[in-house]
């Protein structure tokens, strides 16, 4: 489990291909660990637990709690961050936090159905201390003030059923599962030397002084180590540890024109120690911020329909966005969702050349650690890997305990961010292909391929920095995609040109299919994703591809001039970065 609690704007994308680094608590899973005995938190949840559920109602107009869960995350975290050459923040904090989640009913049907799945859950903080009669005082009063909200919401459930239209899906409301009992040891005390990474940060974020077009830069450390513990009536017992680490560096500038430009870098590991050195960080800082410069000189891109590489890093962001969110389960049932997917199990969607699991399982792709990685999902239940579509055919989608037509049990994927109910959520998207070329011969596919069009060029994608899925059905099914650094690739043999202002634009099936080929090499996105459930780390790792078709739109242009004031010391440099 791995409850995402603090999240960095920007967190964008690392990278390349695939080895499998098995972590300490990994191995101890694959041993059958335990603890030793409980610890005092587990033992408090476990007891009150119990005794909720044999003294919560017992009469028709307040019916027992078939199901009872408690989701505890224990974290230490540490947060520095720094502008302009100089610390704004440096703060280390503890937080234990309890979801207390009530289910009244039947699984067939409780007071989660429908419109009402956040009744289930009541979330409150804990005592930071190993006092069990505090801990078991505060569960016991997010307990009642649970039960009194399901409570409340059964009974409208009951009432809607009863004047609505027959329901296209008619599964049941939770999956009935296996319980698992693993107790691994807490995540240790969070050691960072702040002294010393503040004085990393400030070397850092002074990198853009000599760029006075960048009018706002942040560079931000996190490092947190986290225990996550869930207890239920069916009496799982699960206590994973987590760790770790993420450094943040952005920065914008705005055009002329008024057109708001930024670039993003992060850095993840399990902890500190294996963050980048300080050569590479500064390497890639001063790469961005002569970036940001070019980009502010770079022309406006026209719409454009035509054919494009999309880098590693930006196909698997492209990949994530279009096809990641529209396979995870609760998106199969339910009156707003568009169900993109839904009735085309075992047909193909891709094509056969290509292939997609999710594996959370995975730590580590190529010595490069991957933010999707947990060891048990927020709903107690083992990760594990699912083949989502083979040779292009879709196999299955990803599943929380919230079951669909033809899905009736979990697989591993139910996850959210504290004070959220669970959902099916991607983790690690793995695109793998049959189809690949050379680097070379993909840029020469693409030039062929704008020249059988009659297009003066194609497009490649180098960076993306984020996009959103729309999945209701009340709304187009469509995507966009922000690509940070464009650039033009010429039939004509002309060097290939930046531009700016694009975005890429469309929709999911005709966007899929119209892929041609694929590299021989696959890059990592790590990031941040948020959805219903809240915002949790995914990562997808994909080769660079090649379109024969993609939309872009012109990104809305601004108003506001670029800072009419100069920075102070501005006069000491020649507005390109020298002094």
């Not at 101890?28 to 009150?48: C, H, I, R």
């Not at 696959?522 to 660079?544: H, K, L, T, Y």
Request: hydrophobic share 40%; glycine share 8%; proline share 6%.
């Amino acid at each position: 489990m791995k409850r995402q609690r603090t999240v960095f704007a920007g967190a964008v994308l690392a990278g390349l291909v695939m080895v499998a680094i098995v972590s300490p608590e990994r191995k101890a899973l694959a041993a059958g660990a335990k603890a030793e005995k409980s610890p005092v938190l587990v033992d408090a949840m476990d007891a009150e637990l119990h005794r909720a559920m044999s003294s919560l109602g017992g009469s028709d107009a307040q019916p027992k709690p078939y199901f009872l869960s408690y989701a505890v995350s224990d974290s230490d975290s540490i947060g520095i961050s720094a502008q302009y050459g100089a610390i704004t923040t440096s703060n280390q904090s503890r937080r234990r936090t309890a979801d207390v989640q009530v289910r009244l009913g039947e699984p067939a049907q409780d007071n989660t159905h429908g419109d009402h799945r956040n009744s289930a859950l009541t979330s409150m903080p804990l005592p930071l201390t190993d006092d069990r009669a505090a801990i078991e005082r505060s569960l016991w009063f997010a307990t009642n003030r649970g039960y009194a909200k399901a409570l409340d919401s059964f009974l409208k459930v009951k009432t809607e059923q009863q004047v609505r239209a027959k329901e296209e899906d008619g599964s049941a409301d939770f999956s009935n599962e296996q319980a698992k009992t693993v107790l691994l040891p807490a995540a240790p005390t969070l050691v960072v030397d702040r002294a010393a990474w503040e004085v990393r940060l400030r070397e850092i974020s002074g990198l853009f002084k000599p760029y006075p077009d960048i009018f706002f830069n942040t560079v931000g450390l996190q490092a947190s180590n986290e225990t996550a513990y869930f207890v239920s009536s069916e009496g799982a017992k699960v206590a994973t540890p987590n760790h770790v680490a993420r450094l943040v560096i952005v920065a914008r500038a705005r055009a002329a024109d008024g057109m708001d430009l930024f670039r993003a870098e992060t850095f993840e590991a399990d902890e500190v120690g294996h963050l980048p050195d300080q050569k590479t960080v500064i390497e890639k800082t001063v790469a961005m911020a002569k970036n940001l410069e070019a980009l502010r000189e770079a022309p406006v891109t026209e719409p454009f329909n035509g054919p494009a590489i999309l880098s590693g890093r930006a196909s698997a962001v492209f990949f994530h966005e279009v096809l990641g969110h529209r396979l995870e389960g609760q998106r199969q049932r339910g009156d707003d969702e568009g169900q993109t997917f839904t009735k085309l199990l075992g047909k193909q969607i891709l094509p056969p050349f290509l292939s997609v699991a999710d594996d959370p399982t995975l730590k580590a792709f190529d010595g490069s650690p991957l933010s999707g990685h947990y060891s048990y999902d927020d709903e107690g239940q083992e990760a594990r890997r699912v083949d989502l579509i083979k040779n292009g055919v879709l196999e299955t989608f990803l599943m929380s305990r919230l079951p669909i037509a033809s899905f009736a049990n979990s697989n591993g994927h139910g996850r959210a961010e504290v004070g959220h109910m669970p959902t099916g959520r991607q983790g690690n998207l793995i695109v793998t292909s049959t189809k690949t070329v050379s680097d070379k011969e993909l840029r020469q596919m693409l030039i062929d391929e704008a020249k059988k069009q009659g297009k003066p060029y194609g497009l490649y994608f180098e960076d993306i920095s984020s996009g959103f899925a729309v999945t209701t059905r009340r709304s187009p099914q469509a995507f966009q995609v922000i690509p940070l650094v464009v650039y033009r690739v010429y039939v004509d043999g002309r060097p290939d040109e930046l531009v700016r202002g694009v975005s890429i634009v469309g929709t999911p099936q005709a966007a899929l299919n119209r892929i041609l080929a694929t590299d021989n090499k696959q890059d990592i996105f790590n990031g941040i994703c948020g959805a219903e459930s809240g915002s949790i780390p995914v990562s997808a790792i994909a080769p660079a591809m090649l379109v024969s078709e993609i939309e872009t739109q012109r990104q809305a242009q601004g108003t506001a001039r670029p800072p009419i004031l100069p920075p102070p010391g501005a006069d000491s440099v020649d507005g390109k970065g020298r002094k």
